[in-house]
């Protein structure tokens, strides 16, 4: 069976693609974007780390709805009956037998493609506030998986699967993970391509937080160049990454703390380890909702981006630190509103609907 897999949240995807990837005779593309955003020649991560895991790799140059009037604007406009030809052109020249999708405009035209030729299609949606890609794709779905029940979908059509995991981090569940001695352990995460206003606030408190802290910071990449200024102020104490791909798993068993954006996949991975954050959520609604949702369970303090600056960072981590040990037990309970292998759920589900029932 050929599964053609669509989206922007690549986190999920790359979840579910591992468990796919174990079924015997079913092969996975996939259709995505080749640079992180608009306006941003950096290669995206989905276009480095798919090729390597053995996944057949499809660029679709398609444009989006935007609710802000940008430089880009018009230029995206174009591009959206371009990426609805190519969609047209990559169904017909691929010939899945189901169509599952993550989100994102990426996704749009070739989950409307995918039903001109009446196949199969579900798609995920891993967030609390389901995006307009998601709401336009719902139309042309046959069925919609969601991560939570707390969602905006509801309806015959929508299963509750859960958020996919990825296998690195049920491993590290699974596992007793390493620990550094002596000094708390904190990582710095702003999702997949990173936080310039995060790395900045950082940067600006380093010193003082390396006198009573272990720092892992992923820095991302983009055309601030933050990797290329950070990693220069590595030191015993403050390690730097572009990306922490394979060793993610890893990091994370390391970390007592972890300062993030309020992205959906991050803040449930915290949950099931049992890892105190320090959220600073995008100003949208979906972070908004996010930190809240998650605030509420226990597992996070949010510092609003309005409030961001070094002297508030430094404060808020000192708060956390002071009463870490109570923080921790508090993460562990969120473990509880976290569905469990997520992952395997929604690979059957698609199978499923693909017609494959001899699983």
Same mark, same amino acid.
């Given at each position: 069976m050929k599964i053609l897999v669509t989206?922007?949240? *690549?986190?999920?995807?790359?979840?579910?693609?591992?468990?796919l990837n174990k079924m015997d005779k079913v092969e996975v593309v996939y259709v995505g974007r080749?640079?992180?955003?608009?306006?941003?020649?950096?290669?995206?991560?989905?276009?480095?780390?798919?090729? &390597?895991?053995?996944?057949k790799f499809i660029p679709i140059i398609t444009g989006r709805l935007q609710r802000s009037l940008t430089i880009f604007t018009f230029f995206s406009l174009l591009k959206i009956p371009i990426g609805f030809l190519q969609a047209l052109f990559i169904v017909l020249r691929e010939r899945p037998e189901v169509?599952?999708? *993550?989100?994102?405009?990426?996704?749009?035209?070739?989950?409307?493609?995918?039903?001109? *030729?009446?196949?199969?299609?579900?798609?995920?949606?891993?967030?609390?506030?389901?995006?307009?890609a998601n709401r336009i794709s719902a139309i042309f779905a046959d069925k919609i998986a969601v991560s939570f029940k707390e969602t905006d979908f509801k309806g015959e059509k929508v299963v509750l699967t859960g958020l996919p995991i990825r296998r690195s981090i049920i491993k590290t569940i699974n596992s007793t993970s390493g620990k550094n001695s002596g000094l708390p352990t904190i990582l710095v995460v702003g999702g997949n391509q990173g936080s310039?206003?995060?790395?900045?606030?950082l940067e600006g408190c380093?010193?003082?937080l390396t006198k009573k802290t272990m720092i892992y910071h992923q820095t991302g990449d983009s055309?601030?160049?933050?990797?290329?200024?950070?990693?220069?102020?590595?030191?015993?104490?403050?390690?730097v990454f572009r990306f922490i791909n394979s060793n993610w798993g890893k990091v994370l068993g390391k970390c007592d703390l972890v300062i993030s954006r309020a992205g959906i996949n991050t803040l449930t991975e915290l949950s099931l380890l049992g890892k105190p954050a320090l959220v600073i959520p995008i100003p949208n609604a979906e972070q908004n909702r996010n930190a809240r949702y998650f605030e509420e369970l226990g597992l996070a303090r949010v510092l609003p981006q309005t409030k961001l600056s070094s002297e508030a960072l430094?404060?808020?981590?000192?708060i956390m630190l002071k009463s870490l040990d109570r923080l921790k037990e508090?993460?562990? &309970?969120?473990?509880?509103?976290i569905i469990p292998y997520a992952a395997k759920k929604l690979a059957l589900e698609t199978l499923l609907l693909g017609k494959r029932v001899e699983i």
């Open positions: 989206g922007a949240h *690549f986190t999920p995807a790359v979840a579910t693609i591992e468990q080749k640079t992180t955003q608009e306006g941003d020649r950096t290669q995206s991560i989905e276009s480095n780390v798919l090729p &390597e895991m053995g996944v169509i599952l999708s *993550f989100g994102g405009y990426v996704a749009v035209p070739v989950v409307i493609a995918a039903w001109l *030729f009446s196949i199969p299609i579900i798609i995920h949606e891993q967030t609390l506030v389901s995006g307009l310039h206003i995060i790395n900045l606030a380093l010193r003082e055309k601030y160049r933050d990797y290329e200024r950070l990693s220069k102020l590595e030191n015993d104490n403050y390690k430094l404060e808020n981590v000192m508090r993460a562990k &309970e969120t473990k509880k509103a």
